[in-house]
């Protein structure tokens, strides 16, 4: 290759519960520049989490976490065109782009939601993703029903 590898970015964690995976999560959240009021949204919905699932015995950051593992793909499809025909072509996730489209969708569907503030939309999303439901948790399962119906071709992998 020509041209070299670009440098990887090192996150400083976030000053709260000392994390760079939240750190990384408020970046996706975050617009227009506008960190601190992306840090307060995040810090909110936590703790409407926290409030929302008193009876669990987990902490609202373990709650957060388990979440994003919910709606974490492992598969997903891509376009590949051989001999005129485009087939969709299940591709094992790396873990970085795993960790990014878990984080992407969780923001995506919150901003979606119907609600209040942006505090609220996300924490419903969490608790939805945590208890297995809602639109970021059923876009996974969609990846996946995907995959599994393209697994014929499977063998054109690249």
């Known amino acids: 290759m020509r041209k070299a590898k670009p440098k990887k970015h090192t996150l400083l964690p976030d000053p709260k519960f000392n994390d760079v995976e939240v750190t990384r999560f408020v970046n ?6 506008k960190k601190s009021i992306a840090y307060t949204i995040f810090y909110d919905s936590l703790e409407i989490v926290g409030k929302k699932m008193k ?20 598969v997903e499809v891509k376009s590949k065109r051989i001999g005129g025909a485009t087939f969709q072509v299940p591709v094992e996730v790396r ?23 942006m ?9 939805d993703a945590f208890n297995q439901q809602g639109a970021a948790y059923k876009r996974k399962e969609e990846m996946h029903r995907m995959a599994e119906a393209n697994k014929a071709f499977a063998h054109f992998r690249f």
């Not at 996706?28 to 520049?33: F, R």
């Not at 505090?119 to 608790?127: C, Q, R, Y």
């Open 28 to 33: 996706n959240l975050m617009l227009d520049g």
């Open 55 to 74: 009876d669990a015995d987990k902490t609202p950051i373990e709650v957060w976490k388990q979440a994003l593992e919910n709606i974490t793909p492992q």
């Open 95 to 117: 873990p970085e782009r795993k960790v990014s489209i878990s984080m992407k969708n969780l923001v995506l569907y919150s901003r979606k939601r119907s609600g209040k503030s």
């Open 119 to 127: 505090a609220e939309k996300l924490a419903g999303e969490i608790v």
